[in-house]
């Protein structure tokens, strides 16, 4: 008896009889033949279902069917040089296992975003996410890959916390039992320092919380973060390894998910330039670069959107800009001991306009410069009295950085807006479905 072979295998069962199981996401029908674009959850292919081989009754059924009926098919893997997998399927027999009773609501047409966003759950269906989800996949499985054979540790970091990790402005607060206020985590990265004294080597990757309050194509209010620390690091080895992962996750999507990114139409060229060791400015640089081209910005003003996009328009690889103000970022950053009015950090942004896709600094390691830090950011030293400990007792140097999957996922799939890039979106209007 024939077995059940998914659509991206068909190919190595030519004239063989096969089971196909999915769901007709279109159809196309004539007086005889009908035409059942199929997909299964691994790749699209045609289903040719004729009358004479199906029954006159039968196959007006199939002719009415509706999109999205789902089905079980038997039939035979032909040739088929115009399709995308290089075969189609004549059918013998087809069991109807659910026929809609209503239109499906997103068709070929062209539907707007909020209409979409409202149906992100049939939405996730259409062949454009469907692509991006298996990036994003390939994306996650790289990151993974590369730091189990890099020799690090996962160390999954909570998501309830009492210490703020970056700004007090975006965190989401709620009461905890009688313990009292804590909020969700924006980064991991306290914890990350925790457990790289005793492992060296950590990362983590999870959902991180900011309640970002303005309306941009980069932020969502749930996103997914990679994070990690090295004790012992310091900002050269730190740029470093965040070149060598972001080389790594290019490459494995070049050489594992190219027909997704071909099919999303993505300029493979442009990827395929990321590789070797990435073009560095410093922020004073940067600065200078943007107030020669007309920009109203000054020396301590965090860069925006529009400076990042113009000063990465430059390159094709990703940029790396470091050495940022200390009042610009957040209160962990080591002083860099040339100038102590800057912070041993960097950010990298994508090529291509997409912006900062890693933010990456040096951590301090003395007790008194953190203490001194946090007093100058208002924060209260009773709330990181564990962290502290950590400069108690076996401090040393230590750097991490972390890397935002989603920012990552819109670049690598060359996608303007971020909400195509998670399965279910949370902006900051919508959190449903
Ligand atoms: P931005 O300047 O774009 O607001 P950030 O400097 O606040 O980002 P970091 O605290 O450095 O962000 O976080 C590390 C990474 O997490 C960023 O480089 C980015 O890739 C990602 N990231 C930060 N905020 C968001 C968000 N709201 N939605 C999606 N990704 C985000
Ligand atoms: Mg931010
Ligand atoms: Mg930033
Ligand atoms: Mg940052």
Known sequence: ???????????????????????????????????????????????IAEKSVLGEDFFNEIKKLKNESSLIIEGTVKKDDRSPVGVEILAEKIEIIHEPNEDY????????????????????RSRKQFHILRVRNQIIKAIREFYLENDFTLIDTPIFTGSIGESAGNTFEMEYFDYGKVYLAQTGQLYLEAACQSLGKVFNLGPTFRA????????LIEFWMNEAEVAFYEHEDNIKLQNDLVNYIVKSVLENVRDDL????????????????FPRITYTEAVEVLQNQGYNI????????????????????????????KHAKAFYMQPDPQNPEVVLCDDMLAPEGYGEIIGASERIWKEEVLLKRLEEENLSKDDYQWYLDLR?????????????????????????????????????YRVYP
């Open 298 to 325: 000054n020396w301590g003003d965090d860069l925006g959107a529009e400076h990042e996009t113009k000063l990465s328009s430059k390159y094709d690889k990703p940029l790396i800009i470091e050495k940022y103000p």
């Open 1 to 47: 008896s024939s077995s059940w072979v998914y659509i991206k295998d068909l190919k190595d069962y030519l004239d063989k009889k096969i089971i196909l199981k999915g769901w007709m996401w279109n159809k196309r029908s004539s007086g005889k033949i009908a035409f059942l674009q199929i997909r299964d959850g691994y790749g699209f292919v045609q289903v």
């Open 105 to 124: 609501p997103i068709s070929n047409k062209e539907h707007g975003i909020d209409f979409l966003m409202e149906n992100r759950h049939l939405w996730l």
């Open 212 to 219: 970002e309050k303005s309306k941009t194509r980069r932020h």
């Open 262 to 277: 071909e099919a999303l139409e993505r300029d493979i060229s442009k990827l395929e330039a990321v590789n070797g060791e």
């Open 392 to 428: 108690k007792f076996g401090s040393v140097p230590h750097s991490g950085f972390g890397l935002g999957i989603e920012r990552t996922v819109a670049w690598i799939c060359g996608l303007e807006h971020i909400r195509e890039t998670i399965p279910f979106p949370r902006t900051l």
